[in-house]
């Protein structure tokens, strides 16, 4: 079974901080992650999938993983208020196990 | 290029009454997912479908429901005699192939149970 651990929250922090966004997984077999955002009322959508140790960066987004340790992470540069939502990890395990498993999120409030 | 659809967006149902989700995937994909989020919780996969065919169910409780995914037409999700347990959000996703990196996800269908 795998689970996916992430502080609830809400993390709070103040426009144009970085915001940094953990989750740490038990299965070690685990072999792609991603982050997800999650608007209130909404659809999860899709923001970065990562499956190389080391970080990936998109934009304001960054993603850092460590397989060695169990978890990854997901930073947010320069924060906006409409960043504010919660944010989904999911992994996905060896090849053929295509079903992601999600944690429950992390509420995001970025206050002006 | 339209998205994924999901029609009823809401869907008020009375205990006992059946409740059918609709699922379009998006243009070019043939493989659907259907997840449940309770309140408070994360997602949860119920089944895994391409058409015409169920390929992972592992998710799906025993019993009132089922899912399909027609050679034409959308995919459905059957929940019959509802109980107040299964109110919920229902999110279908889709995919390019079963490798995908990436499931897109549709508005979602908000069911509630009175």
């Known amino acids: 079974q795998k689970e996916v651990e992430q502080n609830s929250g809400p993390l709070s922090v103040p426009e144009g901080a970085i915001a940094s966004l953990n989750c740490t997984y038990s299965?070690?077999?685990?072999?792609?992650f991603f982050w997800y955002r999650q608007y209130s009322g909404k659809s999860p959508e899709l923001i970065m999938f990562i499956y190389s140790n080391g970080d990936k960066e998109d934009g304001r987004f960054t993603a850092q993983l460590n397989k060695a340790s169990q978890y990854v992470s997901l930073l947010i540069r320069d924060s906006q208020p409409s960043d504010s939502a919660t944010y989904l990890c999911?992994?996905?395990?060896?090849?053929?196990?295509?079903?992601?498993?999600f944690g429950r999120g992390t509420s995001l409030i970025v206050h002006p | 290029n339209a998205g994924v659809m999901q029609n009823p967006r809401h869907l008020v149902r009375r205990r006992g009454q059946e409740a059918r989700l609709r699922c379009s995937p998006m243009?070019?994909?043939?493989?659907v997912y259907w997840y449940r989020q309770l309140p408070e919780e994360g997602l949860k996969f119920m089944v895994y479908l391409q058409k015409e065919n169920i390929i992972d169910e592992s998710g799906m409780p025993k019993e009132r429901f089922s899912a399909e995914f027609p050679k034409e037409g959308p995919s459905i999700l059957r929940i019959q005699q509802v109980v107040r347990g299964d109110s919920a959000a229902y999110f279908c996703a889709s995919s390019e192939g079963s490798f995908s990196y990436e499931q897109y996800f549709g508005p979602g269908t908000r069911l509630t149970v009175t």
């Open positions: 299965d070690r077999g685990s072999q792609s």
């Open positions: 243009k070019g994909h043939s493989h």
């Open positions: 999911a992994l996905r395990g060896r090849g053929g196990s295509y079903i992601p498993t």
